[in-house]
T-cell receptor, first 112, second 117 residues
Framework: QQKVQQSPESLTVSEGAMASLNCTFS??????FRWYRQHSAKGLEVLVS????GEKEEGRFTAHLNRANLHVSLHIREPQPSDSAVYLC????????????FGSGTKLTVEP | GPKVLQIPSHQIIDMGQMVTLNCDPV?????FYWYKQILGQQMEFLVN????????KSKLFKDQFSVERPDGSYFTLKIQPTALEDSAVYFC???????????????FGEGTRLSVL
């Protein structure tokens, strides 16, 4: 069974400072990686999807994937207080794209 | 942008009763999903549905659970009978396709909080 773990559990950064979030996964056949965020009592907003090793940028959000190290990260450039939310890493495998395995999330707080 | 709508946002029900959670997916989407999130825990896959059929389900998708989307209307999750451990937030998601280069990320609704008393 795929295990997805995120670190840190919580992160506080100052407005404008780079925020970096980590995600490790256990199944080396994984090939779809998504970062979502969830504001309190709201739905999930997809931020960036990445499917091959390297980097993928969507606005201020950049994902880095290193499948050999079973690691995917999210970097948020110039975070704003409105970026405060829980960030979720979601992984799916080649055998079934439909099933997303989620990490437990990183709670990001951006202080003015 | 397109949104997945879930109705109601909160449902309180007595143990043993039936409950139906409704999801209005994005209009041109073809794949539909339910996920369950118990308070403080990870979101977990329950089931996905395509072309009128369950494609895949997890061990969390108990016999008391069923899904359908009659005539392209709401995509529903029915629990009959409910149990205390069914208390959770249930998220519906939909996507246009499920695979291929750059396949689209499922869009999620805001969830229905189910409280079983």
């Amino acid at each position: 069974q795929q295990k997805v773990q995120q670190s840190p559990e919580s992160l506080t950064v100052s407005e404008g400072a780079m925020a970096s979030l980590n995600c490790t996964f256990s199944d080396g056949t994984s090939n779809n990686f998504r970062w979502y965020r969830q504001h309190s009592a709201k739905g999930l907003e997809v931020l960036v999807s990445i499917f091959s090793d390297g980097e993928k940028e969507e606005g201020r959000f950049t994902a880095h994937l290193n499948r050999a190290n079973l690691h995917v990260s999210l970097h948020i450039r110039e975070p704003q207080p409105s970026d405060s939310a829980v960030y979720l890493c979601a992984v799916s495998m080649n055998s079934n794209y439909n099933v997303l395995y989620f990490g437990s999330g990183t709670k990001l707080t951006v202080e003015p | 942008g397109p949104k997945v709508l879930q109705i109601p946002s909160h449902q309180i029900i007595d143990m043993g009763q039936m409950v139906t959670l409704n999801c209005d997916p994005v209009s041109n989407h073809l794949y539909f999903y339910w996920y369950k999130q118990i308070l403080g825990q990870q979101m977990e896959f329950l089931v996905n549905f395509y072309n009128g059929k369950v494609m895949e389900k997890s061990k969390l998708f108990k016999d008391q659970f069923s899904v359908e989307r009659p005539d392209g209307s709401y995509f529903t999750l029915k629990i009959q009978p409910t149990a205390l451990e069914d208390s959770a937030v249930y998220f519906c998601a939909s996507s246009f396709r499920d695979r291929g280069p750059g396949n689209q990320a499922p869009l999620f609704g805001e969830g229905t909080r189910l409280s079983v008393l």
